[in-house]
């Protein structure tokens, strides 16, 4: 399984980079807003550098709601950097836009996915990744985890080559029953990640080690 960051954090993303297991990373404009980047030459800018610091793919999302402005949005995206894939929002539009990008050989990521049908579409507009987000499912009571299950079975069902990519993961628990239902990718925030390290038994392990290579030197 790929394991992306989501977060438009530089310092957050060099950590995950530097530990050698990240394979890309995830934003959004509340990601961005939340970092105080804003207006759209900042927030380009800082694409390039999410870009420069790791080596994986990078998705950026589109602003714009219609056919065209995705188009025009998009395609800036692309040629920002050869990582970027065009994030796009899981309606008429969006679709639509996600098969004329799949068509030119663009990398796309079709977000706020909720259902399998929503997944089926993004599979047949040919989308590079298709994110459900389980976190906000689990919100509302719905179980995010069998949103994943569902599309597993049906990608696997045709072939689909649409990478399920597990977003709105909120910790480690969702990480690892992504990893059993089979998901492609995970995104989540830095904590998802370095949550897995711990054990309680590693820490007392190492320590006894330790304590026990000191007793002889
Ligand atoms: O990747 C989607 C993600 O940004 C949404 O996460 O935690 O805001 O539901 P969250």
Redesign the pocket.
């Known amino acids: 399984m790929k394991f992306f960051i ?1 977060t438009a954090n530089l310092e957050q993303i060099k950590e995950a980079q530097d530990m050698g297991i990240l394979d890309g990373v ?3 404009p ?2 961005m807003a939340k970092e105080g980047i804003t207006g759209t030459d900042n927030i380009m800018k800082h694409y390039v550098n999410i870009c420069n610091l790791v080596d994986g793919d990078v ?1 950026a999302e589109v602003i714009a709601t219609d056919f065209e402005g995705m188009v025009r949005e998009g395609e800036a995206l692309a040629e920002l950097h050869e990582q970027i894939v065009v994030k796009l929002p899981m309606i008429k539009d969006g679709v639509k836009a996600c098969k004329y990008f799949s068509d030119k050989g663009i990398k796309t990521n079709m ?2 996915v909720f259902s399998a049908g929503q997944a089926l579409l993004a599979a047949k507009a040919g989308a590079t990744y298709v ?1 459900p ?1 389980i ?2 499912l689990d ?1 509302i009571s719905t179980d995010g985890l069998n949103l994943i299950a569902e599309i597993r079975m049906i990608y696997d069902n045709y072939g689909f080559e649409t990478e399920i ?1 597990a ?4 910790h480690t628990m969702h990480v690892i029953d992504c990893a059993k239902l089979g998901a492609d990718v995970m ?3 830095l904590s998802s990640i370095t949550g897995l390290l711990k054990h309680p038994l590693t820490d007392i392990g190492l320590e006894q080690f330790l304590a026990d290579y000191n007793k002889g030197n």
């Open positions: 989501d995830t934003t959004n509340s990601l998705s977000t706020l994110s987000f976190g906000r919100d990519l977003a709105s993961v909120r995104t989540g925030p």
